[in-house]
């Protein structure tokens, strides 16, 4: 079993930054991917960045040049640098982790996720 807890989100303005957090514990495999997903409210939950155990990173088009997404292994955190935040970034952040194998065949684990609200 694994806990995820994302943190970091609230209202800023646009143009401004924001960085989440996402804390995992609990039994961690060495191969995994971890994403970050966002969603508003009466549409489907799209992915924003995902990084894997062997360090490669993808991101939506639409964060491309302004998000960041690392990864601190010692600390079994993800984090999400949110720079040049537009209205459109506003949704519930959240945080998955995803093993391709583990004893009991593939896992994903969801957080409880993290709002922002970008808004002037």
């Known amino acids: 079993q694994v806990h995820l807890v994302e943190s970091g989100g609230g209202m800023v303005q646009p143009g401004g930054t924001l960085r989440l957090s996402c804390a995992a514990s609990g039994s961690i495999f060495s191969a995994y991917v971890m994403g970050w997903y966002r969603q508003v409210p009466g549409k489907q939950r799209d992915m924003v960045a995902t990084i894997n155990s062997g360090g490669s990173i993808n991101y939506a088009d639409s964060v491309k040049g302004r998000f960041t997404c690392s990864i601190d292994n010692g600390k079994n955190t993800m984090y999400l640098q949110m720079n040049s935040l537009k209205p459109e970034d506003t949704a519930l952040y959240y945080c998955?982790?995803?093993?391709?194998?583990?004893?009991?065949?593939?896992?994903?684990?969801w957080g409880q996720g993290t709002q922002v609200t970008v808004s002037a």
């Open positions: 998955r982790i995803y093993f391709p194998m583990t004893p009991q065949g593939s896992r994903a684990y």
